[in-house]
């Protein structure tokens, strides 16, 4: 099991981001994928997931309505829009299979993201 995440960036806040997520290693297209956060010094946070063929997105409150979560079963791809960023965005940013509760242990680089002006 593999990801590989890309798209983080410095930018300001109000600002926009598109955060993309790779998988291999699993049949993708029968897996929700989600994507998580880790700020300094918190614990990993559940940010968004979206059911296996894509019917279905839930988003944690703090970003429901700023963050759109995607994804490309053709490709095993998943992205995460991000509008109206805000310094509280500010964290390194993973995807894995699963919702709240992670599917696989394995983890990928992850993508940092910075909110600053």
């Known amino acids: 099991v593999q990801f590989v995440e890309s798209g983080g960036n410095l930018v300001q806040p109000g600002g926009s981001l598109r955060l993309s997520c790779a998988a291999s290693?699993?049949?993708?297209?029968?897996?929700?994928m989600s994507w998580y956060r880790q700020a300094p010094g918190k614990e990993r946070e559940w940010v968004a997931g979206?059911?296996?063929?894509?019917?279905?997105?839930n988003y944690a409150a703090s970003v429901k309505g700023r963050f759109t979560i995607s994804r490309d079963n053709a490709k095993n791809m998943v992205a995460l829009q991000m509008n109206s960023l805000k310094s509280e965005d500010t964290a390194v940013y993973y995807c894995?299979?699963?919702?709240?509760?992670?599917?696989?242990?394995?983890w990928g680089q992850g993508t940092q993201v910075t909110v600053s002006s």
């Open positions: 979206i059911s296996s063929v894509g019917g279905m997105r």
């Open positions: 894995n299979a699963g919702w709240t509760v992670p599917s696989f242990g394995s």
């Open positions: 290693g699993f049949t993708f297209s029968t897996y929700a």
